[in-house]
């Protein structure tokens, strides 16, 4: 098991990790999608969700695991990679990296502040109006997710912070995702430029499924 | 043949100088017989060593194609190539471990070329008439190497066997007449140190780069062998010099390395130059009735495939006579359009493709427009220090392996021998015939506490001291140059005693002026390629002598060695088997004094002694 | 054969030793022919530095054909210089052009210290190979070579990784001075091959361990690797390795 704290054992967590916060992700947006059916569609999801009671917590502990390793790794991978090369290039040109590539602590810590942000905004409720009438908004008896999530984003700072941490995921999830077939040692050369395209396309559809949500509250076609 | 009882090997320390095919695969091997060895190689790593340079192949009389080789008929084509100036049993026993030697490097991982069904398969080389080369796409020598060199690394893990890298052996230090250790440079502190062993073997490689220009590496020096040479061995030889014949020629004085190309180029290539000497018209522009395919009409059967030396040998003629091509007139025309138009461009991009590139990249033409040109340049060296049939030299104690000794290919090597040799050397000589030497003597007996040592170590000093302190006007560069270039246009592809007697007074004059006008900068405690060029330089005007007088001692023409007064009709090499079938070997006898010949008489028992023909 | 020659402007890192600092000097190379390969440019200048009186750059180098793997130079920010698939000493001057500014660097990594000026020690490599880089095979005992047929698909994929000829590009070039690549290309030549095969759970734990000690940073897949390597090893043989250790990492009872 010592292998697992080698370079490519951790890499190998990496790749893991980042896979199922990629299908975390995946069914965070297809949830999300439920609120263009309107309030019956995002609040029943919801109540779905809170129905599933122990296995609920099971779900987020697991996440919660997933999460802070895939963060612990990348940071450690990335003090250790900043250590390898003490003396850096007067020149150095990159030939095929990509943007995406060598931002990924940069969008992995905002990343991570942001989801900070978004667990106390809509889990945790901080900083919601109306909190209390709320609670019981939805059918008597559950929490009106809609109607915080529409005035939520009728703040312009709040559309702000989740369009550009979308944007980030794009990044992220970009390199990641071919990132995680390559280490999983299921690349060759001829399928890894079908894998960048695929990663790119998988980031683009995640990232607008998540902006769309804000951007048409915003413009008004989503309301209250 | 006495042996070493297995638990006792680990009493014993052999130095092993080089880590190529020879070095490398004799360290590993004595390693795994469980003695200790210690391996020197100047490079940062053993895996560098210019054996990976070598692109065509190996032989082995495997008969895998069933067209009727045989280890008899290897043999009988490694004499016959060498001219008639090998050993008959050092040339057996090779042909003999060649098939092992094959059966070794694929169990170590070496991907040899195979087809579909997944077995090995063959190509031909010259000087033989049945496919016996086992490959590696164009890197056979790389992955050789690489083979030896992991099962160095395996003995490395295993702790019988410490590299130290970036060492050059700059004494051989012999105690009571036995070689015993070595003084050499750490070339990144300068420090000067001394190691003992119970045996010190040599596989230091060639010493063509006394003609300053050669497909050796830069590195590649005599040095090693000499130092071995003025303690006391003999060198055998030295006039046997291979001078390839596809190589990319020289374009300015600022040409530091010649790149070779296979010569299987020659199999589609047709060799030409105008007909009128002086015409400088470029290749395409000149018609075809002033072209002069001279090896076509010169040799109708064998045409452009004649061996090395006779395809060197002309082109010089050609170069000499003002008909030769490109800027510096040191050239000849291999042109690929009658190919082309014959098998098209497809088929020979298939054949040849990755040479057509590296022509491309060095010389920035299209070869497939326009003939490539090519000249000869030193390659390889026959001619090495003497060794007897167990490898091991005049000097009790010290054994050779690979190009640095004498022993199997004559006066001229065959394609794709190289390797063989090296690697028989190295896995399946050296571990049994260093054995009964070490039987007779006492392990650890010396160590570097001896006066021996401290006397060398103090000498090497000295030498590097008075390298330093001449403070004259020229490089180490410039000298080299000056004595490559005495060395080719007088010991070169044709020899007379005229020229021979010429470079003789012409090299102890530049020898002279070296030693008054040098100019070596930096200092000697830490890395300083200046000096490390300085020594070498230093050795190869000191050899270049003995190399000169092998020349004019052999008044006849054999292999690589042509002298000009000893030719047929048809300006081909005439041998003398009457005075000359025999091993020279020199005996160093002091600074400015004659070199001491001493004879080994060769004796054919299997073989007839025939004139080579190739017309 | 061009007549025309050129001068040129370059920034070369010199450094006395490994513990010196280092700093970028300036220097002239005056006369230089397009067809002079730049190791041979390097030459003409150091006869001209030596000449005014200066120390001349210590640069690797050896067989000057491509392929021992000794020459290492970072030019204008690519290991190896601008052209594809060589290594500095087969690019030619030919490559710039007159008035140019060329900055050359040594490759850049903590596990390759700097011995001198341009000169590194790549021992970090050796010592990934001592860790499991081979068969363990003893000479004398080996069967035919016949006696295992390789399927011509499966040698070449062996071949293709085998190729690689240690210079360590791959290093200089990846943004994290990893040395995967390499590691990679050596686990893949012998795992790919049946005489390779079975050590090979051994040799890739061992091999990537030797790896991680060494001081290389860990592989993100940035793919600068192949791209700066001589040889055309590709970043596939990494995934392969990767697939390799997942492959081992059950057989525990083996290490």
């Known amino acids: 098991m010592s292998m697992l704290k080698s370079s490519v054992g951790r890499k190998l967590t990496m790749a893991v990790t980042g896979a199922i916060l990629v299908l ?36 987020r502990l697991v996440m919660l695991v997933v999460f802070v390793l895939h963060v612990w790794f990348g940071i450690q991978l990335t003090l250790e990679n900043r250590a390898a090369r003490p003396v850096d290039y007067q020149q150095k040109k990159n030939l095929v990296t990509t943007f995406a590539a060598k931002t990924m602590i940069v969008s992995g810590l905002v990343l991570l502040a942001f989801v900070i942000y978004h667990v106390l905004h809509f889990t945790l409720h901080v900083g919601v109006d109306n909190v209390d009438q709320l609670a019981k908004a939805y059918m008597g008896e559950h929490f009106d997710v809609y109607t915080m999530v529409v005035t939520g984003f009728g703040k312009a700072i709040n559309v702000l912070v989740y369009v550009a941490a979308m944007i980030l995921l794009f990044f992220h999830v970009s390199h990641g995702f071919q990132s995680f077939l390559q280490t999983l040692g299921l690349s060759n050369e001829c399928v890894q430029p079908k894998y960048q395209a695929v990663g790119k396309f998988l980031a683009l559809v995640v990232s607008i499924g998540f902006i769309s949500i804000p951007v048409l509250i915003m413009v008004g076609i989503v309301k209250l | 043949m006495k042996l070493v009882n297995p638990a006792n090997k680990r009493k014993y320390k052999i130095l092993m100088v080089g880590t190529g095919l020879g070095g490398g695969a004799g360290a590993a091997t004595l390693g795994e017989l469980g003695y200790n060895v210690e391996c020197f190689c100047y490079q940062d790593s053993a895996r560098r060593a210019h054996s990976i340079a070598a692109q065509g192949g190996i032989n082995a009389a495997k008969a895998y194609p069933n067209d009727g080789d045989s280890i008899r008929r290897l043999f009988y084509d490694t004499i016959k190539g060498g001219d008639f100036r090998a050993r008959e ?62 099962s160095l690394s395996r003995q490395v893990k295993a702790g019988k066997v410490k590299i130290h890298n970036r060492r050059e052996m700059l ?95 020659r199999n589609d290539g047709r060799v030409w130059v105008p007909k009128k000497a002086g015409d400088k018209r470029p290749a395409n522009e000149i018609p075809e009735d002033e072209r002069d395919y001279y090896l076509e009409t010169k040799y109708p059967s064998f045409g452009n495939l004649v061996p090395r030396d006779v395809a060197s040998r002309n082109a010089k003629l050609q170069a000499d006579a003002g008909k030769g091509v490109g800027a510096s007139g040191y050239a000849v025309n291999l042109d690929f359009r009658d190919a082309i138009k014959r098998d098209g461009e497809k088929a020979i991009r298939e054949r040849y493709g990755n040479l057509f590139q590296m022509y491309e990249k060095i010389v920035d033409e299209d070869a497939y427009k326009v003939p490539m040109r090519i000249y000869p340049a030193p390659h390889y060296c026959m001619g090495g220090l003497w060794v007897d049939y167990e490898l091991q030299s005049n000097v009790p104690g010290l054994f050779v392996l690979g190009e640095a000794n004498f022993s199997v290919h004559g006066a001229n090597r065959l394609g794709a021998s190289a390797l063989m040799q090296g690697l028989s050397d190295g896995y399946f000589v050296i571990p049994y015939t260093i054995g009964p030497y070490l039987a007779s003597t006492t392990p650890g007996a010396v160590t570097t506490d001896h006066d021996a040592f401290k006397e060398s170590k103090a000498q090497v000093e000295a030498n590097i001291e008075k390298l330093r302190n001449i403070k004259g006007n020229k490089t180490p560069f410039e000298f080299h140059r000056e004595l490559g270039k005495i060395m080719w246009d007088n010991v070169g592809m044709a020899r007379s005693e005229e020229s021979l007697k010429k470079a003789l007074t012409e090299i102890p004059k530049l020898r002279e002026e070296f030693w008054q006008n040098l100019k070596c900068v930096g200092n000697d405690k830490e890395v300083n390629q200046q000096l490390e060029n300085a020594g ?20 006849e023409s054999c292999g690589g060695h042509f002298r000009v007064e000893s ?3 048809e300006g081909e090499a005439l041998r003398d088997d009457e005075n000359y079938a025999y091993v020279a070997a020199w005996e160093y006898k002091g600074e400015g004094k004659a070199p001491e010949l001493h004879k080994e008489p060769l004796k054919f028992e299997n073989i007839h002694l025939a004139q080579r023909s190739y017309k | 054969m061009s007549e025309k020659t050129m001068n040129l402007t370059l920034y070369v890192w010199r450094q006395a030793n490994a513990k010196a600092p280092g700093k970028m000097e300036r220097y002239e190379a005056k006369g230089i022919s397009p067809d002079m390969s730049f190791l041979e440019m390097l030459d003409v200048t150091n006869e001209q ?34 052209e594809e698939l060589v290594t500095v000493c087969q690019l030619h001057m030919r490559r710039f052009n007159d008035g140019d500014t060329i900055f050359i660097e040594p490759w850049r990594s903590k596990a390759f210290p700097i011995e001198k000026d341009l000169m590194v020690d790549r021992g970090a490599f050796d010592r990934i190979m001592q860790a499991y880089g081979y068969t363990s095979i003893t000479c004398g005992g080996a069967p035919d070579a016949n006696d295992h047929p390789i399927p011509k ?103």
């Not at chain 3, 200066?54 to 290991?79: A, L």
């Not at chain 3, 000829?165 to 686990?187: H, Q, R, Y």
């Open chain 2, 171 to 265: 004494d051989l230090v012999v105690v009571d007449g036995h070689a015993k250790g070595i003084t050499c440079r750490n070339l990144i502190t300068g420090e000067i140190e001394s190691h003992w062993g119970d045996a010190v073997v040599l596989a230091t490689g060639g010493y063509v780069n006394v003609f300053y220009l050669s497909t050796n590496a830069m590195g590649s020096s005599v040095t090693a062998n000499w130092k071995a040479a003025k303690k006391g061995a003999f060198f055998a030889n030295p006039c046997y010099t291979q001078i390839h014949p596809t190589c990319i020629p020289v374009t300015g004085d600022h040409q530091s390395k010649l790149t070779l190309m296979s010569e299987s180029l």
């Open chain 3, 153 to 255: 698909w499966q040698l070449d994929r062996a071949m293709d990784a085998a190729e690689c000829i240690g210079c360590g590009a791959c290093v200089a070039a990846c943004p994290n001075a990893s040395g995967m690549l390499f590691t990679a290309a050596k686990v893949a030549h012998l795992n790919m091959l049946p005489q390779g095969k079975p050590e090979g759970a051994r040799r890739v734990k061992a091999m990537i361990a030797a790896h991680d000690l060494e001081g290389f940073g860990n592989c993100t897949n940035h793919y600068e690797c192949e791209a700066a390597c001589p040889k055309g090893v590709k970043t596939a043989f990494i995934s392969y390795l990767n697939k390799e250790l997942i492959k081992a990492l059950p057989k525990g009872a083996q290490d």
């Open chain 1, 24 to 59: 975390f992700i995946l069914g965070h947006v297809l949830g999300n999608m439920s609120i263009f059916v309107g309030p019956e569609g995002i609040n029943a999801y919801a109540v779905h969700l809170r129905d599933l009671g122990p296995l609920l917590w099971v779900v």
């Open chain 2, 567 to 569: 030719q047929t009709e």
């Open chain 2, 89 to 150: 049993a050092d040339v057996w026993r090779l042909s003999q471990v060649s098939n092992n030697i094959i059966d070794q490097c694929v169990a170590q991982g070496v991907p040899f070329a195979r087809d579909y069904a997944g077995y090995l398969v063959n190509r031909s080389f010259g000087g033989a008439q049945v496919s016996r080369t086992f490959y590696a796409r164009g890197q056979t020598g790389q992955q050789l190497l690489i083979g030896a060199y992991q």
């Open chain 2, 536 to 555: 070498r330089v230093a050795d190869f005007l000191e050899f270049a002598e003995v190399l000169a007088f092998d020349a004019l001692n052999r008044k």
């Open chain 3, 49 to 82: 530095l030596i000449k005014q009186g200066i120390e001349p750059i210590v640069f690797d180098h050896d067989c000057r054909e491509g392929i021992c793997g000794m020459c290492s130079q970072v030019i204008n920010g690519v290991p190896h210089g601008p």
